[in-house]
């Protein structure tokens, strides 16, 4: 048995041992660190040797999902979990920070903390709809006295007022409760509502499980106050484990332009994303949702289940997508933990960030989505460097000199010219992209690749964060498969094991294939490197990967930035562009 094989197993009798003791009100994998999770740290001991320099983070402390983001009266809003004592999670209320561009954020007063019977153990995740003539409202999950999941409802205080300081719980809370055999410590994260006109009904989804099948729940109202569930979910799919931070939306078959929720019309499909509690990834379908029968059906194109096709390969949960009205676009939002211990996290005073948020579209061949950084990412470049034809033997690096490699911006396109040489692919590896970047990594020579980026390197590559791709032939197709990989193995001289499960640190390698046919022997590469955030992105968004990462040496002035092949085919660097990233001017300063 494959190794990928034996940990899906063992993955699936943990799901079913979770599933069978139901686990009550505290999600599984938020580990609970009770000494620390109000150890708070002054702002002056905050470290700030691995913060980002343009991510979205408050001051201090932990933060994790995106919630409610929204655009209202010229003002973006993002909420998201946050504990305002301490390092890690718990604690947990909906911070709350407004924007007019998305790059620059004013903190404002947490818009949700627990005060009620309805939410006195917890508010967790949610969304913001946007009501025609009643304003933008709140849906969230709240745990109860005895740690039942149940959803409320938030409603501001002032209308006219465009950055919404004062949110109200109406006493009439909560508006969906687990009544009907839906399982209540498993019954989470209300997803925007769309509204139907022909029957005049909102709609809403809540994710859950039943036993180890991942379950979507529907619940529709027409005053968005009375819910009532509908005869089935409107998707579920066995071993998936709980779904989490479910997101449901329409993408245009026909223009590069977002739709709004509620759209309904010709030239558009239907996307259900949720996120796995059991494995801490998500994964999306695109397919049909039949407005009459309250049912969606995927494609069939690509898997329904852990290997379908994911937002974004590596670090990266929790994730929400909002319609922007005013540029047309969906804008997703998603989560990177950290992957070091909760002991450096409490030390160096915070934990996690929102990444840089990231349009979403369909492709052009209809079968996934393609992701980039928002337009506005790029007010904030400075100096820029380029490098053009620049031929690269196998074993060759060149270093992108004259910027500040820990805080960049670098897009290149490589040419790999012929892929004769590329390696015949195993088939047996269709479906286990990881698997075969760990057996090939970025040291291993092949025929086309690996080649691609060294990020946040030491100069003798003591270490180095390698996002490389290489190029493989599939007979069954007759085209390239070409895998992308981003490794953080090298990253650190930190070492990865511990005593105690506070002290570890977790240094994966990500990958995933591109569905690139390189006719023309090009593809393409994007990474936003922000200290310890490698973001990347292959052939213009087809395939992201996140790494985090927390360099000993190659930090601050001291990163390195190459490019490299380790390929036996010649590559050519056709071009490359890379610019110094400026910190925005506001970035959540007197966040509590």
């Given at each position: ?445 092949g025929g086309v690749g690996p080649f691609g980026l060294i990020t946040l390197a030491t100069s003798d590559l003591q270490e180095y964060t390698p996002v490389f791709f290489r190029v493989f032939k599939d007979a069954t ?64 968004g087809k395939t992201v990967i996140t790494s985090r990462v927390y360099p000993t040496k190659a930090v601050g002035d001291n990163a390195h930035l190459f490019v490299f092949n380790n390929g036996s085919q010649p590559v ?12 925005p001017t506001k970035m959540n300063q007197g966040a509590k």
């Amino acid at each position: 048995m494959s190794a990928s094989k034996t940990i899906s197993a063992l993955l699936l009798l943990v799901l079913i041992n979770i599933s069978t003791n139901n686990i009550n009100g505290v999600d599984a994998f938020h580990k609970i660190f009770d000494k620390l999770q109000s150890k708070s740290t002054s702002l002056e001991v905050v470290s700030h040797l691995h913060r980002t320099g343009f991510h979205f983070q408050p001051p201090r402390h932990w933060i994790n999902d995106p919630n409610g983001p929204m655009v209202y009266k010229g003002v973006y809003h993002l909420f998201y979990q946050y504990n305002p004592k301490g390092a890690v999670w718990g604690n947990i209320v909906w911070a709350h920070s407004v924007s007019k561009d998305l790059i620059n954020w004013e903190a404002l007063e947490p818009a949700i903390y627990p005060s009620k019977w309805f939410d006195i153990n917890g508010t967790w995740s949610g969304s913001a709809t946007q009501i025609p003539g009643k304003g933008p409202v709140i849906l969230y999950t709240g745990i109860t006295e005895n740690h039942t999941q149940i959803q409320n409802y938030a409603i501001p205080q002032d209308l006219s007022d465009p950055y919404l300081k004062t949110w109200i719980k109406p006493d009439d809370n909560p508006i969906v409760q687990p009544d009907h055999g839906e399982n209540g410590s498993a019954f989470r994260d209300p997803t925007t509502a769309w509204f139907n006109k022909k029957d005049g009904h909102w709609r809403i989804l809540v994710g859950s499980k039943k036993k180890s099948r991942g379950v979507a729940y529907m619940y529709k109202s027409q005053d968005f106050k009375k819910w009532t569930k509908t005869k089935r979910p409107i998707h579920s799919r066995k071993a998936t484990g709980m779904w989490e931070c479910p997101d449901f939306f329409p993408v245009s078959t026909d223009k590069k332009t977002g739709l709004d929720t509620s759209y309904e019309g010709p030239n558009m499909k239907h996307v259900l994303k949720v996120s796995l509690d059991l494995t801490r990834y998500e994964y999306y379908t695109l397919g049909k949702y039949d407005t009459e029968k309250d049912r969606y059906k995927p494609d069939g194109t690509t898997a329904d289940g852990w290997d379908g096709l994911r937002l974004d390969y590596g670090n990266f949960y929790a994730s929400k997508t909002f319609f922007d009205d005013t540029k047309n676009r969906r804008i997703l939002w998603g989560w990177a933990n950290e992957s070091d211990s909760a002991v450096e996290d409490t030390l160096k005073g915070w934990a996690g960030v929102q990444l840089i948020p990231r349009t979403v579209l369909l492709d052009s061949s209809g079968k996934q989505l393609v992701f980039w950084p928002i337009e506005e990412i790029e007010s904030l470049r400075g100096k820029n460097v380029q490098m053009n034809n620049k031929k690269m033997e196998m074993g060759q690096r060149f270093e992108v000199e004259g910027i500040t490699p820990a805080q960049v911006d670098v897009d290149v396109t490589f040419n790999v010219g012929s892929l004769e040489k590329a390696e015949a692919f195993d088939a047996s590896y269709a479906t286990k992209p990881l698997d075969l970047c760990n057996l090939k990594g970025s040291n291993v020579t092949g025929g086309v690749g690996p080649f691609g980026l060294i990020t946040l390197a030491t100069s003798d590559l003591q270490e180095y964060t390698p996002v490389f791709f290489r190029v493989f032939k599939d007979a069954t197709t007759n085209k390239p498969k070409v895998l992308m990989c981003s490794d953080a193995k090298p990253s650190t001289l930190k070492t990865d094991t511990g005593t105690d499960s506070t002290e570890k640190m977790y240094k994966p390698s990500f990958a995933g294939f591109v569905d690139v046919d390189m006719a023309d022997g090009k593809i393409s590469l994007r990474s936003l490197i922000d200290h310890s955030v490698v973001e990347s992105f292959a052939a213009k968004g087809k395939t992201v990967i996140t790494s985090r990462v927390y360099p000993t040496k190659a930090v601050g002035d001291n990163a390195h930035l190459f490019v490299f092949n380790n390929g036996s085919q010649p590559v050519t660097v056709e071009s490359l562009n890379a610019w110094n990233m400026q910190k925005p001017t506001k970035m959540n300063q007197g966040a509590k």
